[in-house]
């Protein structure tokens, strides 16, 4: 079973741990690719107070909560979202549809990804 955390190649300048959140990590599992928000309890709760005084609602996807944001503590979570199943509780991004070639390879269809 092949995983993989997907940041950018400056993330360890440490400009994430001082903001306290990283939205567009990637983790990749079992072919599948899933957006993640990792924010840590402060910044966390400062975003939550802004967001429902302006608009009364707080929501963000793929919400992964840590006590720090660097990289070891993204790697320790991700591993255990994977070994708790965890990890099938997050929304998939969407994959391009693909068909079968006439040499039967998988390529995508045409057209691009689909809405459906």
């Known amino acids: 079973m092949t995983t993989e955390l997907r ?3 400056d ?15 990637e983790l990749v599992h079992m072919g599948r ?3 993640l928000t990792f924010y840590d309890p402060v910044r966390l709760a400062q975003d ?9 609602l707080f929501f963000e996807e793929n919400l992964v ?22 990890v099938h509780q997050l929304l998939g991004c969407p ?6 070639s006439p040499d039967r390879t998988p390529r995508e269809k045409a057209g691009g990804m689909s809405n459906g």
């Not at 944001?69 to 965890?86: F, P, Q």
């Open 7 to 9: 940041l950018p190649d």
């Open 11 to 25: 993330f360890d300048d440490g400009l994430w741990d001082a903001k306290g959140y990283f939205r567009g990590a």
């Open 33 to 35: 690719i899933y957006a």
């Open 48 to 56: 939550i107070e802004a967001d429902l005084e302006n608009s009364g």
């Open 65 to 86: 909560v840590v006590r720090t944001v660097n990289r070891r503590s993204l790697e320790v979570a991700v591993n255990k979202l994977v070994g708790t199943g965890r």
């Open 95 to 100: 994959q391009p549809e693909l068909t079968l």
